[in-house]
């Protein structure tokens, strides 16, 4: 590989990763999705990464989708772990910047992110349909749970594709800014983010994605054990004595906002 296919950097605490092949519209080949994977694990190792951001090289694309030159010789196992593969490392990333036209796989990628932020005029879509395919990324089950069955049923099963403003009206992207602006967007948002502590950030981002999975009454549940683990760390003394004191308060750097969560809630 005569080229990173994922670049790495760390910009004011937060690790920047850049799908890197713009001549294919950073279409997601095995090899990229592994290296990703790799920077992915590199970012969490390191301390002072408070959040992972993904874009893509250039401007035409965040990311085409699936590599369909490998589809098209690739064996149906073949294919199912390369979804796989996709799908396990999609939730390790916060922040989608979204640089262009973001289709198929490079949409479910996106759709995996707490927040995602568009540049004007990018276009979005799964057109997986159109080509005998599946969303198999996750956008089958994330996208309705986004913008909801009816809206995720039409563009699933048409294959259109929808421009950042119309996304954006519809739920599917937080906002939409000028191109110029999309790097600043995001770090503005981060830096506002960061502002709550560290662990309270971590076990409330996991309480929206497991609760949206739950019954409303366990999802309730959930969310008071996590109120209550929360008790439990020294960013919530450090936070309800600061407000009391009025003054700023000093969070614990221990833990950033995407560590893992834990799996259960308060012992009884």
Not at 58 to 71: H, K, M, P, Q, V
Not at 206 to 223: K, S, V
Request: glycine content about 8%.
């Amino acid at each position: 590989m005569s080229q990173a296919e994922v670049q790495y950097r760390i910009h004011n605490g937060n690790a920047w990763l850049t799908l890197n092949n713009e001549c294919a519209r950073n279409a997601l080949s095995p090899e990229m999705l592994r290296e990703l994977d790799a920077r992915l694990d590199q970012a969490a190792a390191v301390p002072d990464a408070r959040s992972v951001v993904l874009t893509g090289a250039g401007e035409a694309a965040f990311s085409a989708g699936a590599d369909i030159a490998y589809l098209s010789a690739a064996a149906p196992a073949e294919v199912r772990a390369y979804a796989r593969t996709a799908v396990a490392l999609t939730e390790k990333i916060e922040v989608a910047a979204i640089n262009g036209h973001a289709l198929g796989g490079g949409l479910e990628i996106a759709e995996a992110c707490t927040f995602r932020i568009a540049v004007q005029g990018a276009r979005l879509g799964h057109p997986e349909v159109r080509i005998g395919a599946v969303a198999g990324f996750g956008g089958t089950s994330r996208l309705p749970r986004l913008v909801g069955r009816t809206r995720a049923t039409e563009l699933l099963l048409t294959g259109d594709t929808i421009t950042a403003e119309e996304a954006l009206t519809m739920g599917l992207i937080h906002r939409a800014v000028s191109a110029d602006m999309l790097h600043s967007a995001c770090e503005e948002l981060l830096t506002r983010v960061h502002a709550g502590a560290p662990h309270a950030l971590r076990l409330t981002r996991d309480a929206l994605q497991r609760g949206m999975e739950l019954p409303l009454d366990a999802a309730l549940r959930l969310g008071a054990d996590h109120f209550g683990l929360a008790a439990g760390a020294a960013d919530f003394r450090e936070g309800t004595a600061a407000f009391l004191a009025k003054r700023p308060p000093q969070w614990a750097q221990s833990q950033t906002a995407h560590d893992p969560a834990p799996e259960k809630g308060i012992a009884s």
